[in-house]
């Protein structure tokens, strides 16, 4: 086996271990576990280096457990928060489950002697009656202990419920119960779920007069001092139809070559030689970015698949390199406006557009000045070679409108080297 925190730390993904988990975990093939609350029905990138801690582990010979919290996800993780959090319904949890499950088997072998395994902690929480838990589970853990939780210390001025309050009860127990049922002896999480850990690991050698051990990766922060995993649309999902594909490819392109440095060794599977050789390379010729599209193409075809990273990287030369017709024409609706989606866009009944006579009439009059305001600003750009129509520049403000439409109802017009706009031809 190789040595799972050696391989951790080299990446940076340490914050803190408990005492001796060394030696267990070079004693023998150990189990850890690491909690997802369903709080949505996919994961986010920032979940992505809770499921890398997982990968590595089970890369290391050791055996992973992903516990998604059916019961947890019903009372809600102070951990971090500010302010109460909304409760979700059984049913709501139980589709974000089946989402959250399905990502987590595109990371993880879930065959072979440490064959990789997904718990959900409804199972035996269903039929523990409250009388029960506050009596085999409460007398465990004092008052004083659970207040002096920096999750429960942060929220005494602005108040907790009882509810959230006691999460850190029903995650130590999961803690528990997997040490006694799975043989667990190991749970991981970001820094901030320390305080819940530990308390699992107290239960454990209270109750079960039992050892078990905990690490915590470190909260990643951005060099500009923004939030990791959040564009300007809010969070960057794992799921598709929540973040498109070639928006997640350019979340990872477009990482400062301080972050990219950091972020290549905790996303990549690559060796510490592989990627020590990468970050050299990189250093010496910065411009070329080839941290960035190893870390982009890695991912994304983990993340998606092979053709989606394909059409991510063809996608993005149509805005950013140097695309031409024929690569914009391959390009199916849907990956189209995928591209496009943040350009100005304007509507142009077929009929119009049809009856139009030349070029400098579609730049102009027909769409409503938004891409040039007057007909002597278009011509002199024209002349100067400065406009493109789908990827073809048009040399003379008299060519006639005989485009082929993308897709039938799409032309893609280019003003300079930046400036794009998406006019739709409807019936």
């Not at 369903?38 to 979940?47: K, Q, R």
């Not at 749970?187 to 050698?205: A, C, F, H, K, Y």
Request: hydrophobic residues 35%; contains cysteine.
């Amino acid at each position: 086996m190789t040595d799972f925190l050696a391989e951790l730390t080299w990446r940076g993904m340490v914050q803190d271990k408990m005492p001796n988990v060394d030696t267990q975990l070079k004693k023998e093939m150990t189990s850890a576990y690491i909690g997802f609350d369903p709080t949505a029905d996919s994961l986010h990138i920032g979940n992505l280096v809770q499921i890398m801690s997982l990968v590595h582990l089970q890369r290391c010979g050791h055996k992973p457990f992903a516990l998604v919290g059916g019961a947890t996800g019903m009372v809600g993780d102070p951990s971090g928060k500010s302010n109460e959090r909304n409760l979700l319904n059984e049913a709501t949890i139980n589709n974000n489950i089946h989402g959250v499950t399905a990502q987590l088997k595109k990371f993880l072998k879930f065959d072979g002697d440490n064959a990789a395994e997904v718990v959900n902690n409804q199972d035996w929480f269903k039929k523990f009656q409250f009388l029960d838990f506050i009596r085999d589970v409460g007398k465990h853990v004092s008052i004083n202990y659970m207040l002096a939780k920096d999750s429960v210390k942060s929220r005494l001025d602005t108040g907790m419920s009882f509810t959230e309050f006691c999460y850190q009860l029903v995650q130590g127990y999961d803690f528990y119960w997997l040490w006694k049922n799975k043989n667990i002896k190991i749970q991981m999480g970001g820094s901030d779920q320390w305080g819940n850990i530990v308390t699992g690991t107290e239960l454990i050698r209270r109750k079960g007069q039992g050892e078990a051990f905990a690490i915590t990766t470190p909260l990643i922060t951005k060099a500009d001092g923004t939030k990791f995993g959040k564009s300007e649309g809010g969070n960057i999902w794992l799921d598709p139809k929540k973040t498109t594909p070639y928006k997640f490819y350019q979340y990872w392109i477009n990482s400062s070559d301080e972050d990219v440095v950091t972020y290549i060794k905790i996303f990549s599977i690559k060796s510490r030689k592989e990627i020590e050789k990468l970050i050299r390379e990189h250093q010496e010729n910065q411009h070329l970015r080839l941290l960035q599209n190893s870390l982009a193409e890695e991912i994304t075809e983990r993340v998606h698949s092979k053709s989606d990273l394909e059409m991510a990287k063809k996608a993005s030369q149509i805005l950013f390199g140097k695309s031409t017709q024929e690569d914009l024409s391959t390009l199916n609706e849907e990956w189209l406006l995928q591209v496009l989606e943040g350009i100005p866009k304007v509507i142009l009944s077929r009929k119009v557009y049809e009856s139009l006579s030349s070029v400098i009439e579609l730049l102009t009059e027909a769409t409503k000045g938004l891409i040039f305001a007057s007909k002597g600003e278009a011509r002199r750009l024209i002349e100067g070679g400065g406009v493109s129509i789908n990827k073809h520049k048009i040399n003379s403000s008299d060519t006639p409108v005989n485009f082929t439409l993308l897709n039938k109802k799409y032309i893609l017009a280019q003003k300079g080297k930046k400036n794009y706009y998406l006019v739709i031809v409807e019936d």
